[in-house]
């Protein structure tokens, strides 16, 4: 992830979006080919994400996003297809855990003035989402800097194979 100013276009998805939303169970026999999975990110909440999402972009999600099966490539496979993070009102625990250790910076912010093609740009340090499309300015909860040392090297596992350890 190492960037910490994220620009990219949001993708609007309401509430308790779930990790099967995110990823269906029918595409369980390609958990060990996640390029080819990745490819079906997001299809039963929109069947076109994987053809419009760019590099950079993100999902805007409401409340509870990331509930269901503690699926660890749910937040892989959105980072595979591009998005740059995932912002909402809130995250399921295991989710946004999971996204944290996979690299996907989860960020917890009032998404409702956030629509849909809005361009954002976001400065992870200092918790600011600016909607360049609304020229309105916002605030996410802020990352402790356990967890944005781990964003930074790109999640968990690359973290730890640079440090040897975990300090907090």
Not at 7 to 27: C, E, P, Q, R, V
Not at 34 to 52: R, Y
Not at 134 to 149: D, H, S
Request: net charge positive; hydrophobic share 40%; with cysteine.
């Amino acid at each position: 992830m190492a960037a910490s100013t994220l620009k990219g276009k949001a993708f609007k998805f309401g509430d308790d979006i779930s990790t099967d939303l995110i990823i269906a169970g029918k595409y369980a026999h390609l958990r060990s080919n996640l390029p080819e999975l990745a490819k079906h990110a997001m299809e039963d909440a929109n069947p076109d994400f994987v053809k419009q999402v760019r590099p950079g972009d993100f999902i805007v999600g409401g409340s509870n996003f990331g509930l269901g099966s503690s699926r660890e490539h749910a937040p892989l496979v959105i980072k595979m297809a591009g998005v740059s993070a995932i912002l909402a009102k809130s995250f399921a625990r295991i989710f946004f855990r999971n996204a944290i250790n996979q690299g996907v910076p989860a960020l917890i912010c009032d998404t409702d003035k956030i629509s849909q093609d809005d361009i954002l740009e976001i400065r992870l340090e200092e918790g600011i989402i600016n909607n360049v499309s609304r020229k309105e300015t916002y605030r996410f909860t802020r990352i402790p800097q356990a967890m944005l040392n781990i964003l930074n090297e790109g999640g968990l596992i690359p973290y730890i194979n640079k440090h040897g350890d975990f300090k907090l």
